[in-house]
């Protein structure tokens, strides 16, 4: 079946534009996560999704950043006023959901975003 | 807060060598430990896991791990290497039903 899927695959803009990027999980896959990924990095969390509300967004950076998923299907991660420092890999990923046990994370390919 | 430090951050070796990355975790209770592997132009994808158990866990493509709690390490190894395996190798770590926390990978070379 079909994987997560994310668009654009490649983003770049200016300083201090606003950009989205969109993911689309597994169908069935309530839950979903961003990480954005730095050169050298390995993936850093961002914010998670459960059905339609975030459930836990500890990890976006600043108020610059923002995420709805508003049918509980298809997310949409935001940027405002974009700077260097937001270019990076962002990735997105989804799983079943079932109470406490641990449901293994299926990756997409990732946006790369550059900021110029 | 959780932290996971993989020491290797570039490893070459011939094809048939063996392979040991080492993964260390920052974690007092219960974890979960994962390995992915990202091959090139490709997506993550994941190695194995280790949930509870049997600490000797084995994965896809001839990988096993193996969980030490007294050492809160989770080191991978492959027997023998192929130019296949050239990838980066990402330790992954979650108390739970939580995201994942990664180290910052592992890039293998294999040559021929």
């Known amino acids: 079946g079909a994987g997560v899927s994310q668009t654009p695959s490649n983003k770049v803009t200016e300083k201090g534009k606003y950009v989205e990027l969109r993911c689309d999980p597994i169908?069935?896959?309530?839950?979903l996560y961003w990480y954005r990924q730095s050169l050298g990095q390995g993936p850093e969390f961002l914010i998670y999704?459960?059905?339609?509300?975030?459930?836990?967004d500890s990890g976006l950076p600043n108020d610059r950043f923002f995420a709805v998923r508003p049918e509980g299907s298809v997310s949409t991660l935001k940027i405002q006023r974009t700077e260097r420092g937001d270019s990076a890999v962002y990735l997105c990923?989804?799983?079943?959901?079932?109470?406490?046990?641990?449901?293994?994370?299926?990756f997409g390919p990732g946006t790369r975003l550059t900021v110029l | 807060a959780q932290s996971v430090s993989q020491h290797n951050h570039h490893v070459i070796l011939s094809e048939a060598a063996s392979l040991e990355l080492g993964c260390n975790y920052s974690?007092?209770?219960?974890?979960?430990l994962f390995w992915y592997v990202q091959y090139p132009g490709q997506h993550l994808q994941l190695l194995l896991k280790?949930?509870?158990?049997?600490?000797l866990v084995k994965g896809i493509k001839g990988f096993e791990a193996e969980f030490i709690k007294s050492k809160f390490s989770f080191n991978l190894r492959k027997p023998s290497v192929q130019w296949s395996d050239t990838a980066e190798y990402f330790c992954?770590?979650?108390?739970?039903?939580?995201?994942?926390?990664f180290g910052k990978g592992t890039r293998l070379s294999v040559i021929a």
């Open positions: 169908s069935g896959h309530t839950a």
């Open positions: 999704f459960q059905g339609t509300g975030a459930a836990d």
């Open positions: 992954a770590v979650t108390p739970g039903n939580t995201p994942l926390v």
């Open positions: 990923a989804s799983s079943i959901q079932s109470g406490n046990l641990y449901n293994e994370q299926f």
């Open positions: 974690y007092g209770g219960t974890v979960n």
């Open positions: 280790y949930f509870s158990g049997d600490p």
